[in-house]
């Protein structure tokens, strides 16, 4: 009796603690490592690899983080980067697997990984979109033939180191992506935030320090320059996952194939040439950035003469700034209406309107030749210099100099 008594205790106590005995914080600690591991393969590897070909993977690393997401995630390479890429594709439209553009906020955040999951089971999703990826014995007949199995082999794992503790560990590695990424960043990143450039969808950067989701927290950057390794483009923004990137290539584990691209100015340049065009064709989100600032700063010197005006409201006025330094193709009838209403007080306002639309329309007109692209770009810096507005005659300039 006292045998089978010293046996039922010692495997309380090894349920308890476990082969390893961690305090609490140590447990904290040990969670938060691999699951930030677990992070930066999807940003690394599912992300800036495989579905964006951002950069290139020495093939111990490549082959770590295939390991590792099967055992964390259950994911399969080629169905996370399908689905992805299909996401860019037709971003913010009924087929957008998870836009809360057209789904709402609240599906895409709470039920994020269902929407993901019966994508994956969308077998002309898989066919488009999901060319390129690992396509070896071990892919086949393993990782997704069995991507069930590294989830399970890992509970029992956890609770062998670190007792009945080991559920709890793993129930938050089995939580941890589908709240971050597919809740997280498919959800709030299309949702709220700031945008440092106005790309074509809604894609937001939620905050400046991309840590906690290992940089997917830049989501407007990255959809905006999708094929670039580094998800920070501003100098007070940090990517955590860039960071690992460069220390891997470093040692020559990593090797970036493209980066967003830093426009180069040439001080006193006083013509637009063809290099000023294609530089301004290539860097045209920096330049719209730069305009909304110019926006900015005239309606800063209008809003003084305006707010006299006793029929403009000051609730009138702030939401007319903020129409005016948005993207006039996105206006809805209600919102030109406003800004429509807004011109008849202000020629300043409907002119820096009007000349974003025609230097927008610049890298649009694809039947026009560089030569004629020219003409129009050097035509637009006269008008722009000669219209007496201040900020105007400032950005020209400032585009005179692109190279």
């Given at each position: 009796?006292?045998?089978?008594?010293?046996?039922?205790?010692a495997?309380?106590?090894?349920?308890?603690?476990?082969?390893?005995d961690?305090?609490?914080?140590?447990?904290?600690?040990?969670?938060?490592?691999?699951?930030?591991?677990?992070?930066?393969?999807?940003?690394?590897?599912?992300?800036?690899?495989?579905?964006?070909?951002?950069?290139?993977?020495?093939?111990?690393?490549?082959?770590?983080?295939?390991?590792?997401?099967?055992?964390?995630?259950?994911?399969?390479?080629?169905?996370?980067?399908?689905?992805?890429?299909?996401?860019?594709?037709?971003?913010?439209?009924?087929?957008?697997?998870h836009?809360?553009?057209?789904?709402?906020?609240?599906?895409?955040?709470?039920?994020?990984?269902?929407?993901?999951?019966?994508?994956?089971?969308?077998?002309?999703?898989?066919?488009?979109?999901?060319?390129?990826?690992?396509?070896d014995?071990?892919?086949?007949?393993?990782?997704?033939?069995?991507?069930?199995?590294?989830?399970?082999?890992?509970?029992?794992?956890?609770?062998?180191?670190?007792?009945v503790?080991?559920?709890?560990?793993?129930?938050?590695?089995?939580?941890?992506?589908?709240?971050?990424?597919?809740?997280?960043?498919?959800?709030?990143?299309?949702?709220?935030?700031?945008?440092?450039?106005?790309?074509?969808?809604?894609?937001?950067?939620?905050?400046?320090?991309?840590?906690l989701?290992?940089?997917?927290?830049?989501?407007?950057?990255?959809?905006t320059?999708?094929?670039?390794?580094?998800?920070s483009?501003?100098?007070?923004?940090?990517?955590?996952?860039?960071?690992y990137?460069?220390?891997m290539?470093l040692?020559?584990?990593?090797?970036?194939?493209?980066?967003?691209?830093?426009?180069?100015?040439?001080?006193?340049?006083?013509?637009?040439?063809?290099?000023?065009?294609?530089?301004?064709?290539?860097?045209?989100?920096?330049?719209?950035?730069?305009?909304?600032k110019?926006?900015k700063?005239?309606?800063?010197?209008?809003?003084?003469?305006?707010?006299?005006?006793?029929?403009?409201?000051?609730?009138?006025?702030?939401?007319?700034?903020?129409?005016?330094?948005?993207?006039?193709?996105?206006?809805?009838?209600?919102?030109?209406?406003?800004?429509?209403?807004?011109?008849?007080?202000?020629?300043?306002?409907?002119?820096?309107?009007?000349?974003?639309?025609?230097?927008?329309?610049?890298?649009?007109?694809?039947?026009?030749?560089?030569?004629?692209?020219?003409?129009?770009?050097?035509d637009?810096?006269?008008?722009?210099?000669?219209?007496?507005?201040?900020?105007?005659?400032?950005?020209?300039?400032?585009?005179?100099?692109?190279?």
């Open positions: 009796m006292n045998f089978l008594s010293n046996i039922f205790q495997v309380l106590s090894f349920l308890d603690g476990g082969l390893i961690l305090s609490g914080w140590q447990m904290l600690v040990y969670t938060l490592i691999v699951t930030h591991i677990t992070i930066a393969g999807v940003t690394i590897y599912l992300h800036r690899h495989q579905a964006h070909r951002a950069l290139d993977l020495h093939p111990i690393v490549s082959h770590f983080f295939r390991f590792w997401l099967w055992l964390t995630t259950g994911q399969v390479t080629k169905e996370w980067a399908a689905v992805h890429r299909k996401h860019h594709a037709k971003c913010e439209t009924p087929e957008d697997p836009s809360p553009v057209t789904r709402g906020i609240k599906k895409v955040l709470l039920e994020g990984a269902e929407l993901y999951r019966a994508e994956t089971k969308n077998l002309e999703t898989l066919e488009k979109y999901g060319h390129g990826c690992p396509n014995w071990i892919e086949n007949k393993l990782y997704t033939k069995y991507s069930w199995l590294g989830v399970s082999a890992l509970l029992p794992l956890n609770v062998m180191l670190f007792g503790a080991g559920i709890t560990i793993w129930a938050v590695q089995m939580l941890w992506i589908p709240i971050t990424a597919a809740g997280i960043i498919n959800g709030l990143g299309h949702w709220t935030g700031y945008r440092n450039y106005d790309c074509s969808d809604a894609a937001c950067n939620l905050i400046p320090w991309g840590i989701i290992g940089g997917e927290e830049l989501h407007n950057n990255h959809h320059f999708a094929t670039s390794a580094k998800l483009s501003k100098w007070y923004e940090f990517d955590i996952g860039y960071a990137i460069r220390m290539e040692v020559g584990l990593a090797k970036v194939k493209k980066t967003i691209p830093k426009p180069k100015l040439a001080k006193n340049k006083l013509e637009a040439d063809l290099d000023t065009l294609q530089s301004v064709i290539t860097n045209r989100y920096d330049v719209m950035a730069k305009y909304a110019s926006v700063a005239a309606f800063r010197e209008e809003v003084m003469h305006l707010q006299h005006k006793a029929e403009l409201e000051k609730r009138f006025l702030k939401t007319s700034r903020k129409l005016m330094q948005g993207e006039p193709a996105k206006l809805q009838a209600p919102q030109q209406a406003q800004l429509s209403e807004l011109f008849e007080h202000s020629k300043v306002l409907e002119t820096m309107h009007n000349m974003r639309v025609e230097l927008g329309a610049i890298w649009e007109r694809s039947h026009s030749t560089r030569d004629q692209l020219l003409q129009q770009l050097q637009w810096c006269t008008r722009a210099e000669a219209s007496g507005i201040k900020a105007l005659q400032e950005f020209s300039l400032r585009l005179r100099s692109y190279a």
